[in-house]
């Protein structure tokens, strides 16, 4: 299993967005886009997506840009993988299996889909900054 494209640039773009969050500036597509090397047009379709899920706001005007709409230790991985990637559990439980592999089969992917789930509600935005922050003081560390 890998994150898809879309989740990856998504997440990539939340995580440029918090360190913004207590000032409140707004960054703008192309400030993002530049340092996460995500295209644009991509990056203003992730990002609406992002804002009809409540997930960031966006702010007009010459100095408007977009703003986490929460916390980022309040948005989980969960949140922005699902709406991104529009997970359906309900869709799933209405397929039925016509045979006893197919039920063995659905039952293990049953099992997978729960534990990802699990650990993608475990971890936020700010888990990542933190974790990225970490990585950052390593490599300074080392290479002095």
Not at 78 to 86: F, P, W
Request: aromatic content about 8%.
């Amino acid at each position: 299993m890998d994150l898809s494209c879309k989740s990856e640039y998504a997440l990539l773009a939340l995580l440029e967005l918090s360190p913004h969050y207590a000032s409140g500036e707004p960054l703008q597509i192309r400030q993002i886009s530049s340092q996460q090397n995500i295209p644009d047009r991509y990056l203003e379709q992730l990002l609406a997506t992002l804002r009809r899920a409540g997930l960031v706001k966006s702010q007009r005007g010459a100095r408007g840009g977009y703003l986490l709409a929460r916390d980022p230790w309040k948005i989980s991985l969960y949140d922005v993988v699902s709406c991104i990637e529009g997970f359906d559990t309900q869709a799933d439980a209405t397929k039925a299996p016509d045979t006893s592999e197919a039920v063995v089969i659905q039952d293990v992917w049953g099992e997978v889909r729960q534990a990802a789930e699990a650990i993608l509600q475990k971890y936020t935005l700010q888990d990542l900054v933190d974790k990225r922050n970490a990585k950052q003081q390593v490599d300074i560390m080392y290479y002095i």
